[in-house]
């Protein structure tokens, strides 16, 4: 299993970012996928999460809700979080996450710096 997050980077308050996590080595369509982020001195906290139908299901922690968006691409094998109206306390490292038969598998992480 292997998650390659990337999109990262520093962006101003009210900015956008879109992060995206390139996926392999697993049934991409049978699992949902999860972002989750920590920040510096900070537990690791759950953002979003998509399942694995065709519908997109999604569900969103209440610190971000209505300012991000989670989705997924079938084709690609790729699951994205669209990050708008950013504020300083969505600093963080964004991982992707899967869990398959009881095991978490995370991606390496993406670094999001909001700040002026």
């Known amino acids: 299993v292997q998650l390659v997050e990337s999109g990262g980077g520093l962006v101003q308050p009210g900015g956008s970012l879109r992060l995206s996590c390139a996926t392999s080595?697993?049934?991409?369509?049978?699992?949902?996928m999860r972002w989750v982020r920590q920040a510096p001195g900070k537990e690791r906290e759950w953002v979003a999460r998509?399942?694995?139908?065709?519908?997109?299901?999604?569900q969103y922690s209440d610190s971000v809700k209505g300012r991000f968006a989670v989705s997924r691409d079938y084709r690609s094998n790729t699951v994205y979080l669209q990050m708008n109206n950013l504020k300083p306390e969505d600093t963080a490292v964004y991982y992707c996450?899967?869990?398959?038969?009881?095991?978490?598998?995370w991606g390496q992480g993406t670094q999001v710096t909001v700040s002026s």
């Open positions: 998509i399942k694995a139908d065709g519908a997109g299901v999604t």
């Open positions: 996450t899967v869990e398959i038969a009881g095991r978490d598998y």
């Open positions: 080595g697993f049934v991409f369509g049978g699992y949902y």
